[in-house]
């Protein structure tokens, strides 16, 4: 490990968090890691990362602290709870990043707080799934001061591929919403589209492999369509965090006073694909839903 890398320090090890904490280490950057359930720490420590007891912890001997969690509670749970979190063992001029899907109002308030420590803050929500985070080429789309985002670039080109400045605080949680917008239209308009082929039996590798490359190509297409048609429904992204993405864009959009009536509808399905007991399973579960709608209990059993 070179000596004038920066120090990472970092909370949160799922299904992205743990890829990306991987790529840091690997980019020689000497790496401190916390994960709640500590099992899940295991293959970073024999990588060669330091295990930390808390946040605070991780945090106390790191140039920049990024925190990878579920929800907006959880960020300020790890982040700004008083003994334990992030902000009791931030060292005055570190930088905590956080790369979680959360509400813009999140961003304000713990900018507000770490910055009367000293401590800078950039939300850094991510994008690309559990392929991108583990072969660093997620997109992330940032918010803050710029020239926080510039000294933490260098990490951040450990993790991904398209790293854009997107504008001052929250601008980052804000634009991620924009993407989970499209996402959830785009996962639903696969799965329709799947169902029309599969009720006009079509085989749908052909159809995929026909126009995935072409004016309807999209990540969701080439990397859920293949899900779809195989029944593998394990997770890169919860069907509940999606949800999770849409209640608070719905929130936000009440906010702005905006109508957003296709992810209403998405959301609604989402829904029901939660409730049919898929929350824990791949976003591509929504297929399940959407050709329920089509068949007979029969042909849905050949289909799941
Ligand atoms: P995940 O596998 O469920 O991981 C969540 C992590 O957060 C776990 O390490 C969990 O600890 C930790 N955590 C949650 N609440 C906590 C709390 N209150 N205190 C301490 N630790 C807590 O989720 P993920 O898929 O990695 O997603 C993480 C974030 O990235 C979410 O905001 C998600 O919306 C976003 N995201 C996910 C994807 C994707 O494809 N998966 C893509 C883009 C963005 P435990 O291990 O103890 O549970």
Known sequence: MSKDKLHVGFVGLGIMGRSMAANVLKAGHPLTVYNRTVAKTQPLKRAGAVLAASPAQAAAQ?????SCVSDSPDVYQVVLEEKTGIIAGARQGSIVVDCSTAAPEV????????NKKGVGFLDAPISGGDTGAKNATLSIMVGGRKEDFDRVLPVLETMGKTIVY????GAGYVVKLCNQILVSMNCWAVSEAL?????ARIDMKSMLQ????GAAGSWQLINLGPKMVAGDYAPGFFVDYLLKDLRIAHAAACDLKVSLPGTAVAESLFRAASSHG??????QAI???ISGLRSSPEERSKSN
């Open 62 to 66: 790191s140039d920049i602290v990024i």
């Open 107 to 114: 961003a304000a308030r713990c900018t507000e707080e770490l």
């Open 166 to 169: 997107c504008g001052s605080s």
């Open 195 to 199: 169902s029309f082929a599969q009720a």
């Open 210 to 213: 026909a126009i995935s490359g």
């Open 278 to 283: 898929f929350g824990r399973e791949g976003t």
């Open 287 to 289: 297929y399940k839903v």
